[in-house]
């Protein structure tokens, strides 16, 4: 039988979070509960989780600190709820690795429905036959452990920039457009921008030369998008 998904709520709105606690758990989820951003990561670091559901707008820690410090150390999903309708802390939420938001005042069915599909999207398959290895030159992605290589040497990445450069890897030497990005790297359920697509490229850029100062695999094609070279260097 499988077990009941564990959601820690992170939201100093004491009768929001009363309210949709009852909600999750009619529903089959195990909520554990926190008032503000320090407490939400105290809590996150002493147990086990499959989805955070975090507040934008909090005393002592904001929404988008504790996502970048959750980042340091886990893959965990993250969704946002948010009661600003800024687009600067939904592009800057993306780029830290969140998997979607949810607009305050909402609807509990609708943020049931987005939970547990941000939950299929990240759940791993239980039984892989055969590796899934993907290779382009130099780069190599194994995609059931969600993992990237570049010449040997581990690249780290969030899982938004692990399926931005999977795309690019599956099909080396053809460009691809940024919406073409967001489509494969996001689906078309999770609305993320252009800009967004360029940061992820950036990062993605940054780590490689990390572990390897002569990289250069990813090319620019101005006005159409990006592309992984051919062979890889």
Request: hydrophobic fraction near 45%.
């Amino acid at each position: 039988m499988k077990a009941a998904p564990s959601v820690l709520l992170v939201d100093d709105d004491v009768a929001l979070v009363s309210i949709l606690r009852d909600a999750l758990e009619e529903e089959g989820f195990v909520v554990t509960a926190a008032h503000d951003g320090k407490a939400g990561l105290k809590v996150f670091r002493g147990g086990a989780f499959d989805l955070v559901l975090l507040d934008v707008m909090m005393p002592e820690l904001d929404g988008l600190s504790v996502c970048r410090k959750l980042r340091e150390t886990s893959q965990v999903p993250v969704i946002f709820l948010t009661s600003r309708a800024d687009d600067v802390d939904r592009i800057t939420g993306l780029e830290l690795g969140a998997d979607d938001f949810v607009g305050k005042p909402f609807n509990t069915r609708e943020l049931i429905a987005r939970m547990r599909a941000v939950l299929r999207r990240s759940t791993p398959v239980e039984v892989v036959a055969t590796p899934r290895l993907v290779r382009a030159g130099d780069m190599v992605i194994d995609e059931g452990r969600f993992a990237a290589t570049w010449r040997g040497q581990p690249v780290s990445l969030t899982r938004s920039e692990f399926k931005v450069l999977l795309a690019l890897a599956r099909q080396p030497g053809f460009v691809l457009s940024r919406d073409q990005l967001i489509d494969l790297a996001r689906g078309a359920d999770v609305v993320i921008t252009e800009r967004t697509i360029d940061t992820f490229i950036k990062r993605i850029r940054q780590k490689c030369t990390a572990v390897d100062p002569g990289f250069e695999a990813i090319e620019t094609v101005i006005g159409v998008g990006y592309r992984l070279k051919q062979g890889g260097a």
